[in-house]
């Protein structure tokens, strides 16, 4: 019964991630055409500093649409192991790609189509081997993972990390390095999966009748999570409001899910109970979405699909017989050319003087 109920939980955390990245894919849109619409009004762009947004309603729009899907991958932290939900976030970036194409005139070319099948294909291996079962299931536990020594450590260089990016490298940097914002985003993120992973299980066990609103840990997750989504929120605008969408959106995953799952592997230590075929078919899995993330924004400005890749063959294959046809011809001449000019210079004077000819010598001999 409990292996069983460990694959219900399994599969219910499945579907929450998958439907969460539709919703926080569509934000993205949403959140960009809300702060398009404002930079053509000419008011005081995110990435300046400006809130004018706070009065957009497709920004409110996006705004709610991924606070859906943050709360579909809330409860999907609940049911399952955070290696198998975070990395499925990479189907947000095929949703934010298909959806940029119809509503940012933004082109999906075959480069982009081939990144996605790359995506899928990389997401599913990754969910055939993530571990099955729960490290965590109870507040307690989550207590003594928060004061092992490894994670107070991680989490203290996170600490430092986000702080000196905020207000050292960011007011220097962060209008021309997109890296900047996004990296303050993504090790942030590390801490509130993990803030999002202890208040799930807070609320499963209220649920089954726990007194967990009376546990203080609940709360300092609680605040914890309100502070790291907040900051989160704050530059992603600003990135999302200076840089390209198809640019953000990869980067951010790659960033963020690179953090998250070294954060999974220092503090819930869901790795130690998977055997080498799943490590590196999970591997396996990640570096085949990162490639499928890198085919479908490296290319996004070439204009290149299955019609013209075809069109180009032929104009190659029609132009190697005749380049080839071509030299052969030319070689013959200047071998012709050569013989006839050895032929005359024998007939015409001694071998000395052949030679100086054929030299562009004019001295003489």
């Not at 300046?48 to 309603?57: C, D, N, P, S």
């Not at 075959?110 to 993530?130: P, R, Y």
């Not at 075809?310 to 012709?336: C, F, M, Q, T, W």
Request: aromatic residues 8%; neutral net charge.
């Amino acid at each position: 019964m409990g292996q069983d109920r460990g694959k219900y939980d399994f599969y219910i955390g499945l579907g929450l991630a998958i439907s969460s990245s539709a919703f926080i894919g569509g934000s993205f849109i949403l959140k960009k055409k809300g702060l398009l619409r404002l930079a053509r009004k000419g008011s005081m762009r995110a990435g300046q500093g400006g809130h004018a947004y706070l009065k957009e309603w497709l920004w409110w729009a996006g705004l709610l649409s991924m606070g859906a899907g943050e709360a579909a991958n809330f409860a999907a932290y609940a049911f399952a192991p955070a290696t198998l939900v975070t990395p499925l976030g990479a189907l947000s970036v095929l949703v934010s790609s298909v959806l940029s194409s119809h509503f940012l005139s933004e082109k999906l070319n075959l480069h982009g189509k081939l990144g996605c099948v790359l995506s899928i294909l990389g997401s599913t291996t990754m969910v055939i081997h993530a571990p099955k079962e729960e490290e965590i299931s109870s507040l307690e536990d989550m207590a003594k993972k928060l004061v092992d020594p490894g994670f107070l450590i991680f989490a203290t260089f996170v600490v430092i990390v986000a702080l000196i990016l905020i207000f050292v490298v960011g007011p220097r940097h962060g209008q021309t390095n997109i890296l900047v914002y996004i990296a303050i985003c993504s090790v942030i993120g590390a801490l509130s999966v993990s803030c999002v992973k202890g208040l799930g299980i807070a609320i499963k066990e209220g649920i089954a009748g726990k007194p967990t609103i009376r546990n203080p840990l609940s709360w300092i997750l609680l605040v914890s999570l309100v502070t790291c989504v907040s900051t989160q929120i704050n530059y992603l605008n600003k990135a999302l409001d200076i840089f390209n969408t198809s640019l953000v959106t990869p980067i951010y995953y790659v960033f963020f899910t690179t953090s998250v799952l070294t954060c999974s592997a220092i503090l819930f230590k869901e790795w130690e109970h998977m055997g080498s075929d799943d490590v590196i078919g999970t591997l396996t899995g990640f570096v085949t979405i990162i490639i499928g993330i890198f085919l479908l924004h490296a290319f996004k400005d070439v204009s290149i699909n299955l019609a013209s890749l075809a069109v180009s063959i032929r104009k190659e294959e029609r132009a190697a017989p005749l380049a080839n046809g071509l030299g052969g011809h030319a070689s013959y001449e200047l071998l012709d050319n050569d013989t006839s000019l050895d032929m005359e210079d024998m007939e015409v004077g001694p071998p000395f003087d052949s030679i100086s000819r054929r030299n562009g010598t004019t001295a003489a001999l």
